[in-house]
């Protein structure tokens, strides 16, 4: 019983984590990655990007282990996401809890991050994305610890920490080997550390990267074929958005603002306690601040991360998980200002206000119930206008996307695999009709086709006005890019299904795509083949043989 006592702070954490994550789970795949990471379950296999390069082998082997239990790729790896969202958030309250010697107040600031929408999300699906959130706040931590208590021992848990966590995500290590340096450097200037130390630590590193970075060699068929596929991934990420690859000042400032709207997303309302600031002014001291080593702590969490996402590669919104919880801590810290100046009621008025909008946002955003009403409607309308991409982070997102991708699966299922192939495309546009406007396609549905209709013969055709290419691919063959534009298909097929969100209006006018209403005002559309030689799309034309 005394030992619950010692740790009822954590099990409250685990309880909440557990009561707010559990109930709104993804039940499909949530995104290409996700499913090339299941794939890779059974078939690692970077060459296939199964997963894509460069490999995440630590986190194949972890779902591999869970898998073993639930059978469920999905749910394993969300099962993984929700423990390494406990652990953060349990890191989190002990960071809180070291900065500003208060018990209450981390508790509260963990709670503030236990109802953010934006780590709230990633707990809900499968995605490699939660470990940069993990691995961020144990380094920030033993980064404090050694502030603090100026001790050489917590640097080998930073070492020990650091050399792991590539094995999660490579880019880890990149971000944060600048704080490790830092934490080395507090160490030698207060003459903490040795020579024999330092070298201690940098072999830990070198021995942890290794110990899972030669396996994902071993898996890949050598260096040589590693590195050909993980440099072609780098060169082809960073290829138009790189300032290192040519990239122009429009490009650079296009990541500058796709990365101020994804921190804007991040904090939520904790966006607006600056103000607060203005109550404090007499209390603040710039001096103090920009003396306190935990000032340039938060600054090598911050730099580096923000640095290779501007003018390197940003592709993905998750990837400020690296970040998100410096962001939350330097915000919510304004908070403490009340908390320790006797403002109590205002403190929980404040944090009242703070908890209740996060958690509309993530519940309730683009729900029925908010489109159903005008103002509300409006108002949600707007923010999305804001940047579509970058602010769907909520249960309806993650509900929406497991019902499109299930209602394309039931109603393709209905069809004989034998008698129909299935189309996906990339990079294509279309008119919306009554309009010459033309609009890229948003979302590729190939991956999740592959993985839940393995049996049916899948294309995957290419937008390019130069080169003609495709994929082809069944029952989870091997991946092959063909270049043309005739594409080869079994004399007995009867029906070419698209699977797009939309399409251009050109077909439906001319009655060369036929249309099937789903729920939820998805659509199908198809070619009906089974009198025909061959038909065309696009550029493409299918070839009976």
């Known amino acids: 019983m005394l030992k619950f006592k010692k740790y009822k702070t954590e099990g409250l954490l685990l309880f ?16 290409w990655d996700a499913v090339q990471l299941s794939l890779a379950l059974d078939n690692f296999n970077l060459q296939q990007h199964q997963p894509h390069p460069p490999g995440y082998i630590l986190y194949v082997s972890l779902g591999k282990i869970f898998n073993l239990f639930f059978d469920n790729p999905n749910f394993s790896y969300i099962l ?9 958030i349990l890191f989190f309250y002990y960071f809180v809890r070291l900065l500003f010697k208060n018990n209450k107040f981390a508790l509260i600031l963990s709670l503030i991050l236990l109802f953010n929408p934006y780590f709230w999300f990633y707990g809900e699906v499968a995605s490699t994305y939660i470990f940069d959130v993990l691995f961020s706040i ?15 021992k917590y640097l080998y848990w930073f070492s020990f920490s650091l050399g792991i966590s590539g094995g999660f995500r490579q880019s880890i290590i990149i971000l ?17 550390i040795n020579l024999k130390q330092i ?25 040589q074929k590693y590195w050909s596929v993980t440099n072609w991934q780098l060169s082809h990420a960073s290829q138009t958005s790189s300032i290192f690859n040519g990239a122009n000042l429009q490009i650079i400032w296009n990541n500058f603002k796709n990365i101020g709207k994804v921190s804007l997303v991040i904090l939520n309302i904790l966006f607006m306690l600056p103000v607060f600031l203005l109550f404090f002014l007499k209390k603040l001291s710039l ?47 304004i908070l403490f200002l009340f908390f320790k100046n006797k403002c109590q009621n205002i403190f929980y008025i404040i944090l009242i206000i703070i908890l209740v909008i996060q958690i509309l946002t993530f519940v309730l955003v683009d729900s029925n119930l908010i489109k159903r009403d005008r103002y509300f409607s409006y108002v949600n309308n707007k923010i999305y206008n804001f940047n579509l991409w970058y602010n769907r982070y909520g249960y309806q997102t993650i509900k929406n996307f497991d019902v499109r991708i299930k209602n394309y699966v039931d109603k393709i299922e209905e069809f004989n695999p034998l008698l129909t192939i299935l189309v996906t495309e990339k990079g294509f546009k279309f008119r919306p009709v009554n309009s010459e ?81 789903l729920k939820n005002n998805q659509n199908l559309f198809f070619i009906d083949v089974k009198n025909k030689n061959d038909a065309k799309y696009y550029q493409y034309k299918f070839i009976k043989e």
């Open 138 to 152: 144990i380094f920030a931590y033993l980064s404090l610890v050694i502030i603090k208590k100026q001790n050489y």
């Open 437 to 517: 406007i033309w609009i890229p396609s948003s979302v590729e549905y190939f991956r999740h086709l592959e993985y839940y209709l393995s049996e049916y013969d899948l294309y995957e055709i290419f937008w390019d006005e130069k080169i003609s290419s495709y994929f082809y691919i069944k029952n989870r063959s091997a991946l092959k890019i063909n270049y043309s534009n005739e594409i080869f298909i079994p004399r007995e097929i009867e029906k070419i299904i698209i699977v797009t969100d939309n399409i251009d209006q050109e077909f439906i006018n001319k009655n060369l795509i036929q249309k099937m209403a």
């Open 80 to 88: 993984i996401s929700i423990i390494a969202s406990f652990f953060a």
């Open 287 to 333: 001096e103090k601040i920009f003396k306190n080593p935990v000032f340039y702590m938060f600054l090598f969490w911050l730099i580096p991360s923000y640095f290779v996402y501007i003018f390197f590669h940003f592709g993905n919104p998750g990837y400020l998980m690296t970040v998100a919880l410096s962001l939350i801590i330097i915000f919510s810290s």
């Open 176 to 192: 944060f080997l600048p704080l490790w340096i830092l934490a080395l450097v507090i160490l030698l200037k207060n003459k903490k």
């Open 16 to 31: 909440l984590v557990l009561v707010t994550r559990i109930p709104f789970i993804s039940k499909i795949l949530y995104s």
């Open 199 to 223: 070298l201690i630590n940098i072999l830990i590193v070198i021995t942890l990267i290794l110990s899972w970075f030669v396996p994902l060699i071993y898996l890949s068929g050598g260096w």
